[in-house]
């Protein structure tokens, strides 16, 4: 089995039409087929179901995508690899991140590598954590940076801890609260809190924090982005805590004042996380390196 007929798998496994995928491949109809014919007598099973003009991939064919993924994506790094070797001024780094950490701690990192290696094409795919493990898993990214309160499989996947991110409770500046130094969980009894959706990490740590507290908050509104929340907190629908790394802007302006919340502290580790067998690129070592940087600048 050879990187071609990969490929044709997997342009097909998308469009799921002969005529299509041999536009997108450059080939002729008859060569799709011979292609996939041929992978599926190599496999044994049928990886298509052809049923009238429609095409659908077979049980086994959904099966074999994300190892057909892998190879795909191994192949490309290996190739990226070897020559950044040489030199790198060439080449593209591929990596995941949660939203908090896409959107705000790491383009301040990413300014300093980008000056550094100008030439170095950054991909960074910001997305939800289970689509970011996924990615991972299919070798479509190199490693994630994300929250350490994500759950994964610790026996194939190593993390590093670089930062420490304090959350606090923020409310708008014309709320009862923003008048007092410091608050308690009982002033925050018959507040609305606006917090993620169920299967968010943060939720998950806030909630078991305030289990462990004794607290339950009366009421949620939930809102699934950031942004969203500071916003809903503008407008006074609720209060909520957040990274108080992703509101300086906000505070500053006056939007938003944060509030400490008597003898609790929330925080969480931001971590970069890989296979446990993964050797990096010389690029992702470079940036690897300035998050660990970033771990010693702001842990003194």
């Known amino acids: 089995m050879n990187f071609s007929k990969l490929q044709t798998f997997l342009t097909l496994s998308e469009c799921l039409n002969f005529?299509?995928?041999?536009?997108?491949l450059y080939?002729?109809?008859?060569?799709?087929?011979m292609q996939i014919q041929s992978m599926e007598a190599e496999l044994g099973v049928l990886l298509f179901d052809r049923i009238g003009k429609k095409l659908y991939l077979t049980k086994q064919g959904e099966e074999f995508k994300p190892y057909a993924e892998q190879m795909i994506n191994l192949?490309?790094?290996?190739k990226d690899h070897i020559r950044q070797l040489e030199d790198l001024s060439y080449g593209t780094l591929s990596f995941g991140a949660s939203n908090f950490v896409g959107v705000y701690l790491l383009p301040m990192i990413l300014r300093n590598y980008s000056k550094t290696f100008p030439n170095i094409k950054i991909n960074m795919s910001i997305t939800s954590s289970s689509h970011l493990i996924h990615m991972l898993e299919s070798n479509k990214v190199e490693f994630l940076v994300l929250s350490d309160r994500v759950l994964m499989d610790e026996s194939r996947f190593?993390?590093?801890t670089?930062?420490?991110d304090e959350l606090v409770l923020i409310v708008n500046p014309l709320h009862p609260l923003a008048a007092k130094p410091v608050c308690t969980l009982q002033d925050l009894a018959n507040e609305t809190f606006i917090i993620k959706p169920d299967k968010s990490a943060t939720r998950g740590y806030l909630e078991g924090k305030f289990e462990e507290l004794g607290f339950t908050p009366p009421k949620y509104l939930e809102i699934s982005n950031l942004e969203g929340i500071k916003q809903a907190v503008i407008h006074e629908l609720g209060v909520s805590i957040v990274s108080n790394f992703a509101i300086q802007q906000e505070i500053k302006s006056g939007l938003i004042v944060k509030i400490p919340v008597?003898?609790?502290t929330f925080t969480r580790g931001i971590c970069y996380v890989y296979h446990r067998q993964k050797h990096f690129?010389?690029?992702?070592?470079?940036?690897?390196?300035?998050l660990d940087q970033f771990y010693d600048v702001?842990?003194?």
Do not use: D
Request: aromatic share 6%; glycine share 2%.
């Open 158 to 160: 190593e993390r590093k």
């Open 27 to 33: 080939c002729s109809q008859p060569s799709v087929s």
């Open 19 to 24: 005529t299509e995928a041999a536009e997108l």
């Open 298 to 300: 702001n842990s003194n």
């Open 75 to 78: 192949l490309h790094s290996a």
């Open 281 to 290: 690129s010389p690029a992702a070592k470079q940036l690897v390196s300035l």
């Open 162 to 164: 670089f930062y420490e």
């Open 262 to 264: 008597k003898g609790v």
